[in-house]
């Protein structure tokens, strides 16, 4: 970050303050809907992490890049918000889904609603162990290259690869349970 | 290729990352077996809402939120944006006090003491009699 604007940010300078959400807003929306699966919730994670990564900037040493700080800090903040809202989190038991004929495809005769999918995706990803669903998450909803959710979580490259790997397994193996569940 | 098998690679077959070989397989097998043509679509479906849910984007004033929370140092003062909740509870707190007020208002101009005229005559015996005196009910009511 280039040592104007943290100097701006310091002094709560209103219009840096307003460059600085607009350059971060989208990644940290990204990374906490990822978490959360919900925009509302999203939304006001996000306000969070703003607000705390402003009020926090002289803290900021630039050991990493900005974008890594902030992210790191969505994530911690997601996580905590989901602990504490864990009543009413998003979590459903994978039920039956609503059968809708398909008017399309003729090889099945059942078709899944959006929102199941939806609700089966956000159980999905919440049940994948923390480290898994947190490379999924930067992969996949901030296009994160290896190299950069290296960055964030502090593991090797190769473990990177590896973590994702295996979410993208157990993913698969959710969404079929969920599928078998339903259709079998 | 069996459905344990197509299980374990469905998701690099989705995403291109597999051998020739390995997708003949996984091709053939689908084209015999609706359930895992099923579970196909369920991962497409959902790699596809993922793709969805990244086109979307914070609330357009969320600067000004976290503005105005900066200014006013109050960390914790987060306004819950694109959720009318709050704008709902509100309301119903107004309609309320507006019933309750209206309530008020229309028994307030219900109840009046009785000064009924010697001219109507339906209204109670023992009040007509108080006003017109010696008048019996029995002609006022038949006349």
């Keep these: 970050m280039e040592e104007n604007l943290h100097k701006k940010l310091v002094n709560k300078e209103p219009l840096a303050i307003r460059q600085f959400v607009n350059d971060h807003k989208n990644v940290v929306f990204r990374t906490c809907m990822g978490y959360v699966q919900n925009e509302d919730d999203a939304n006001d994670i996000t306000q969070e992490v703003l607000i705390k990564v402003i009020q926090s900037i002289h803290q900021f040493k630039a050991k990493s890049s900005i974008k890594t700080w902030v992210t790191r800090i969505a994530i911690n903040l997601s996580l905590n918000y989901i602990r504490d809202n864990k009543k009413h989190n998003n979590k459903t038991k994978l039920e039956k889904a609503d059968y809708f004929l398909s008017d399309e495809e003729s090889e099945s005769d059942y078709s899944l609603s959006r929102e199941e999918i939806k609700k089966n995706l956000s159980e999905a990803i919440s049940q994948l162990p923390e480290r898994q669903q947190e490379a999924f998450i930067l992969f996949h909803y901030n296009d994160y290259s290896y190299r950069e959710i290296s960055e964030i979580t502090g593991d090797s490259e190769s473990s990177v690869e590896s973590l994702l790997q295996r979410a993208r397994k157990n993913l698969q193996k959710k969404l079929a349970v969920f599928y078998t569940e339903n259709f079998m | ?143």
Aim: proline share 1%; with cysteine.
């Design chain 2, 1 to 143: 290729m069996n459905c344990k098998e197509i299980e374990i690679w469905l998701y690099d077959y989705v995403e291109g990352r597999i051998s020739d070989s390995r997708k003949t397989s996984i091709e053939k097998h689908l084209s015999t077996c609706n359930d895992c043509k099923m579970q196909l679509r369920v991962l497409k479906e959902t790699l596809s809402v993922i793709e969805e849910q990244k086109t979307l984007t914070p609330a357009d004033n969320i600067d000004s939120y976290v503005l105005d929370a900066i200014l006013s140092n109050n960390e914790r003062k987060t306004i819950r944006l694109n959720n009318f909740r709050w704008i709902q509870q509100i309301a119903a707190v107004i309609l309320i006090a507006f019933s309750i007020g209206s309530g008020i208002f229309i028994g307030n101009n219900l109840y009046q003491p009785e000064t009924y005229s010697s001219e109507s005559n339906f209204w109670s015996n023992e009040l007509y009699i108080e006003n017109t005196g010696s008048i019996d009910i029995e002609t006022i009511l038949y006349e």
